[in-house]
């Protein structure tokens, strides 16, 4: 299974919104077959995985285990059902890491694998298969985006100056970029208005080699400028707004409610979106509220070595974050928490 999860990683970036599957097949204690799900459309783990074997090996086939980090499908979809190839191929055995909880899936593959009298072992490794594909899986269980928040701050924890400020430098060139990985990795990447309108962020991967992720802002009251570096086109970009809802090429006017629930809308509008995860930006009023509800997945905090006196802002502040991990980058010192919420789902 750890063999599963290391090829099926080789298809990150090129699979999403599917998800990164990996398959092997095993004889005696020797891999006769390996697979992975490697472009969204194209086959599935198990395919690649079946294909593999060598000509010798063949005839083994119906005497082996086929080991899958993700439940096989059931269902027709760009490509016909994993469980079916499974069963034709007379594989006698079948070990699983998680449940593939799309909906057209859902314990159907195991169900149909198990009537036609394949040996079905579920749950190995399951924890590192749903960390592998947690946006994948958040998105179908939770039905909301995987949410990773993420600030800079300074050693004495403030952030950027009052609203209609300057602009505050926190994060080093050595961050930076890691910031346009973390960008690169997510669907969708979020900003409140106010950061929009004191930052001019373009919200763009251009110290990284990776996609560019859709930009979100919020903006209730239609106020920011046409010429921030948000709307200029490159990038589809979508404002959540209480106004209108309109859509044009690459700029769409998302109408959410004006409430106190402002978060749950967003959240909700990322879901019908299809959006599978969102990296939030800030600024600290909008990542507190994620915080506040607990809406979030990951926070990751960068805080480098100055002491701010100046007027700023207090960075949000979090009450249930478990640091899993912590690096330093020149200057700069990254944490990397969990909401426990998360790791229970
Ligand atoms: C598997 N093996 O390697 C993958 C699976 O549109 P399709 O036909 O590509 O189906 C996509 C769905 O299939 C996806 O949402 C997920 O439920 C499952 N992905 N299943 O048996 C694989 N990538
Ligand atoms: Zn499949």
């Excluded at 909301?144 to 609203?163: F, V």
């Excluded at 809308?265 to 990322?270: E, F, G, R, S």
């Excluded at 802002?313 to 974050?321: D, I």
Aim: aromatic share 6%.
């Amino acid at each position: 299974m750890q063999r599963c999860i290391q090829l099926a990683k080789a298809g990150a970036g090129y699979v999403a919104p599917n998800p990164m599957v990996g398959a092997v097949l095993v004889h005696n204690n020797r891999i006769i077959g390996e697979g992975f799900h490697q472009k969204y459309g194209g086959p599935h783990a198990e395919v690649y995985c079946i294909n593999s074997v060598a000509e010798a090996d063949r005839h083994l086939i119906p005497h082996s285990v086929i080991y899958v980090s993700l439940e096989p499908c059931a269902h027709f979809g760009k490509t016909p059902p994993c469980a079916d190839l499974i069963i034709e191929k007379k594989i006698p055995e079948v070990v699983i890491g998680v449940r593939d909880p799309f909906k057209q899936v859902d314990g159907k593959g195991v169900e149909k694998l198990k009537a036609a009298g394949v040996k079905v072992t579920l749950g190995v490794l399951e924890q590192a298969c749903k960390t592998l594909n947690k946006r994948f899986i958040t998105f179908n269980t939770r039905h909301r985006p995987y949410i990773i928040l993420k600030w800079a701050q300074t050693a004495n924890g403030m952030m950027a100056a009052e609203a209609g400020g300057e602009r505050l430098l926190i994060s080093n060139e050595f961050t930076n970029r890691q910031v346009h990985k973390w960008r690169s990795e997510e669907a969708a990447i979020l900003v409140g208005t106010n950061t929009a309108l004191v930052d001019d962020p373009a919200l763009t991967t251009r110290l990284w080699n990776g996609p560019d992720p859709i930009r979100l802002v919020v903006d209730m009251n239609l106020r920011l400028p046409a010429s921030l570096q948000l709307f200029n086109q490159q990038v589809k970009t979508i404002v959540f707004n209480s106004l209108r809802h309109e859509e044009k090429e690459n700029l769409i006017y998302y109408q959410v409610t004006r409430d106190v629930n402002l978060v749950h809308h967003v959240v909700q509008a990322l879901y019908q979106l299809k959006i599978q995860s969102v990296l939030v930006e800030g600024g600290a009023q909008l990542l507190q509220s994620f915080i506040d509800e607990g809406i979030w997945d990951e926070i990751r905090v960068i805080t480098n070595t100055t002491q701010v006196v100046a007027p700023g802002m207090p960075a949000p502040r979090m009450q249930s974050g478990q640091l899993l991990h912590q690096e330093t980058l020149f200057t700069d010192t990254l944490q990397y928490f969990v909401n426990p919420q998360t790791l229970a789902h």
